[in-house]
Nanobody
Framework: QLVESGGGLVQPGGSLRLSCTASRFIFRIDAMGWYRQAPGKERELVASVDNRGSPIYGDSVKGRFTCFRDSAKNVVYLQMNNLKPEDTAVYYC?????????WGQGSQVTVAS
C-alpha cells in the first residue's frame, strides 16, 4: 500500500530526502508522515502533515527536517538537512485514514563519517 524510497548513508551535516507513495486505493487520507525507530528505542514521530497542509514535527528534528505532501499524487516527502548521527534509524512512512494506520516497509538512514 505504501512504497518508500530515498534512504541511505550520509555524512554528518549532509542531507537526504525520503519519499512515500500511497496506493490510490487508500481513500480519504487524513494525514501522511514519518516515524523512525532506532535500535533499542521505541518508534517515534518525526513529522506529519494533515489535510490542511499543516505539519507537526518531533522536537529533535525541528528546524532541520521539512515534511510536505502532494495530495493529488498521494505522495509525502521528508527533506532532512543537517543530519546528525543520532538521526540514524529506520524511517517508516505512515498514512492515517478512516481510523486506520498504514505503514511503509521502512527505509534505513545511517548518518556516519
Amino acid at each position: 500500500q505504501l512504497v518508500e524510497s530515498g534512504g541511505g548513508l550520509v555524512q554528518p551535516g549532509g542531507s537526504l530526502r525520503l519519499s512515500c507513495t500511497a496506493s490510490r486505493f487508500i481513500f480519504r487520507i487524513d494525514a501522511m508522515g514519518w516515524y523512525r525507530q532506532a535500535p533499542g528505542k521505541e518508534r517515534e514521530l518525526v513529522a506529519s502533515v494533515d489535510n490542511r497542509g499543516s505539519p507537526i514535527y518531533g522536537d529533535s528534528v525541528k528546524g532541520r527536517f521539512t515534511c510536505f505532501r502532494d495530495s493529488a499524487k498521494n505522495v509525502v516527502y521528508l527533506q532532512m538537512n543537517n543530519l546528525k548521527p543520532e538521526d540514524t534509524a529506520v524511517y517508516y512512512c505512515n498514512v492515517y485514514s478512516h481510523n486506520n494506520d498504514y505503514w511503509g516497509q521502512g527505509s534505513q538512514v545511517t548518518v556516519a563519517s
